[in-house]
Nanobody, 124 residues
């Protein structure tokens, strides 16, 4: 199991932006597909965006298309999620997860390595 740490969450007004980061300080994250998930109160965890180890394949959930951008810097052992045009419904705990794979996945049970999450709150 990888050691993953999320950062970058906070309280933001609607329309604002955040840049989340997922790091693996003690592992070579470049060998793994990484997916961002989020979980709002009272709702199940849902996949938001994924990126393959090469960064050549990315995928986004429909509610975030055009607003979220996933990227990675393997040399820095970091996967980023740039979030723009935030909406109140984006409020959730955001988690990153990693799996050794060549393909994108948003299926929760594919992942064994999870961070503890970072809170994103969108409110005026």
């Amino acid at each position: 199991q990888l050691q993953l740490v999320e950062s970058g969450g906070g309280l933001v007004q609607p329309g604002g932006s955040l840049r989340l980061a997922c790091t693996a300080p003690d592992n070579w994250l470049g060998d793994y597909t990484v997916t961002w998930f989020r979980q709002a109160p009272g709702k199940e965890r849902e996949g938001v965006s994924c990126i393959t180890k090469s960064g050549q394949i990315t995928d986004y959930a429909e509610p975030v298309k055009g607003r979220f951008t996933i990227s990675r810097d393997n040399a820095k052992k970091t996967v980023y999620l740039q979030i723009d045009s935030l909406k109140p419904e984006d409020t959730a705990i955001y988690y990153c997860a990693a799996v050794f794979s060549y393909y994108c996945s948003n299926y929760i049970h594919d992942f064994q390595s999870w961070g503890l999450g970072t809170q994103v709150t969108v409110s005026s």
